[in-house]
């Protein structure tokens, strides 16, 4: 055999990038920073930034186009739902329409992470604001954070397809949503793309014995959780919850106000959320087969529920990426991860191609900061990556080492902490002359976790002893948060809850 390639290093010139959300929106900050590009241009189909957290409102319980069961990853380019624009209104001026796209907000959705934790680097939260936020405050922070690049950002735009040109650039083809009829495919090159469209677009809801003729004889009773928007919609009915993770847990809560009780919860193990148990909660294993007779269901353990009026996957979402099809080898297959990456962001065979927080159960906006950091630095050439056969060897081992499908990019408390820190060393061992260190180990951090800094670009996020305790306490905070009531709204710090960093270091010290 001959010698492997060289570590690759790259000097991109012009960077595309899918999405505004807080992701791209990050993205594009960092790579701005670098003042290493020509040209950064953010492409977002919507009419604002915010991404998954634009809320929008709909009528109906369940899409009539929602599928059931829903197992396939290799979905179209997003529908839009037209409405009216508020800004005409408010100026008196003509009513403009404008596209907005389904996301799984619901009405009533508090974040389940401490604002302090959550935020980013450089931007404070409003002192009013309550200490696990709701989502309109989340929305106005992301535009605050949003108001020094909207230059970047072509609105009302959707990426139709990305794909690799002889010369090793990408061709992006994209087009206006418009109400009018269809407007012109424009098509433009770049050197590199970074998509950060996000992953809860296309929601997963398992095929189970006797599911699809129970669906075609009741109709709209099984839904997604990406549908969901208060727990007035299932008012009086006898409603089974699938699935204990975040939404499932939050929604359950919820939705136990208003329905028939007790309210049945399905699920396959103990969730990492603190749930409150309750006589008005039945829990129950996996649903093995819907049963037409008596509109009811049997579960693992042979029990049987008769009567059901609404069953709510809360089982989350495939990645999928259909603006990149022609991508071989491809990126997705069953849709529980996302393939050939190398540290979950670059696409190994073409590296110029990056992914921003696909990772889950994690802090996203300071994960986004710190992969966004390493993108801008990688792309701007002031650091290398490993040849391809070496960020092969990362993928397979750690798919040996923390599982794949599903669990690949799970980062459970202290790996998603670690993981941030990582980046951090690896994002500022660059220095300004375009020489960097070595790339990262393969599940360790480089430069032995020192805290370093850069003079170019922007310095990302670098967890300490504190975020550390915080993030491993965040379920059981959010809890004693909940326990308040209407009362958690005045709450603005963790101290009001009982949590008090520096009285628990004293106490280890003492």
């Given at each position: 055999m001959g010698s492997l390639p060289e570590a690759r290093r790259f000097g991109v010139r012009s960077v595309c990038i899918i999405g505004a959300g807080p992701s791209g929106l990050v993205a594009a900050?960092?790579?701005?920073?670098?003042?290493?590009?020509?040209?950064?241009?953010?492409y977002e189909q919507r009419a604002t930034v915010g991404g998954v957290w634009n809320y929008v409102p709909h009528a109906s319980q369940t899409p009539y186009d929602s599928a059931v069961p829903q197992t396939n990853p290799f979905a179209g380019a997003d529908k839009p739902i037209w409405r009216q624009n508020s800004v005409g209104k408010v100026f008196d001026e003509d009513t403009q329409e404008e596209a907005a796209f389904m996301s799984p907000l619901y009405d009533r959705l508090e974040t389940n992470i401490p604002r302090g934790l959550m935020g980013f680097s450089d931007l404070d939260w409003p002192t009013d604001s309550q200490l696990f936020p709701e989502h309109e405050t989340v929305m106005q922070?992301?535009?605050?954070?949003?108001?020094?690049?909207?230059?970047?950002?072509?609105?009302?735009?959707?990426?139709?397809?990305?794909?690799?040109?002889?010369e090793e650039r990408w061709s992006v083809k994209t087009l206006k949503v418009s109400q009018r009829g269809p407007s012109e495919v424009l098509e433009e090159t770049y050197d590199a793309v970074v998509v950060a469209n996000g992953h809860f677009n296309i929601p997963y809801i398992p095929e189970v014995a006797g599911m699809k003729e129970w669906?075609?004889?009741?109709?709209?009773?099984?839904?997604?959780?990406k549908f969901y928007r208060k727990p007035e919609q299932y008012s009086g009915q006898k409603t089974i919850i699938v699935g204990n993770s975040a939404s499932g847990v939050d929604i359950g809560a919820q939705i136990q106000t208003t329905c028939k009780l007790p309210m049945i919860v399905s699920s396959r193990s103990e969730s990492f959320l603190p749930d409150m148990q309750s006589a008005t909660k039945l829990d129950r294993p996996p649903i093995a087969q819907y049963m037409v007779?008596?509109?009811?269901?049997?579960?693992?353990?042979?029990?049987?529920?008769?009567?059901?009026?609404?069953?709510?996957?809360?089982t989350g979402y495939f990645y999928s990426f259909p603006f990149l099809s022609s991508l071989q080898p491809a990126l997705v297959s069953t849709g529980e991860q996302v393939e050939?990456?190398?540290?979950?962001?670059?696409?190994?065979?073409?590296?110029?191609?990056?992914?921003?927080?696909?990772?889950?159960?994690?802090?996203?906006?300071?994960?986004?900061e710190a992969q966004s950091a390493v993108i801008a630095r990688v792309f701007s050439g002031r650091l290398s990556l490993p040849n391809e056969h070496e960020m092969r060897t990362w993928e397979l081992e750690w798919a040996r080492q923390n599982g794949d499908g599903?669990?690949?990019?799970?980062?459970?408390?202290?790996?998603?902490?670690?993981?941030?820190?990582?980046?951090?060393?690896?994002?500022a061992s660059a220095d300004d002359s375009g020489t960097d260190s070595q790339s990262p180990q393969i599940n360790g951090p480089v430069n032995g976790g020192k805290h370093l800094s850069s003079k170019r670009g922007k310095t990302p996020p670098y967890w300490s002893a504190k975020e550390y305790?915080?993030?491993?306490?965040?379920?059981?905070?959010?809890?004693?948060?909940?326990?308040l009531g209407e009362g958690r709204h005045a709450i603005r710090t963790l101290e009001e809850i009982g949590f008090d960093y520096d009285s628990w270091k004293a106490r280890q010290n003492s």
């Open positions: 900050k960092y790579l701005r920073a670098e003042q290493a590009f020509s040209r950064i241009q953010v922070y992301i535009e605050d954070y949003a108001k020094d690049i909207r230059d970047m950002i072509s609105f009302q735009t959707q990426v139709l397809d990305v794909r690799l040109t002889k669906n075609e004889a009741y109709p709209g009773r099984i839904t997604h959780s007779k008596d509109r009811s269901v049997r579960f693992d353990n042979g029990s049987i529920e008769a009567d059901i009026d609404a069953v709510l996957y809360c050939h990456l190398y540290q979950h962001i670059f696409y190994q065979p073409h590296p110029t191609l990056a992914f921003p927080v696909l990772n889950q159960k994690v802090i996203p906006f300071p994960l986004a599903r669990m690949f990019h799970v980062l459970k408390f202290p790996k998603d902490a670690d993981y941030i820190d990582m980046l951090h060393d690896w994002a305790w915080i993030r491993e306490r965040f379920p059981a905070m959010k809890k004693a948060f909940q326990e």
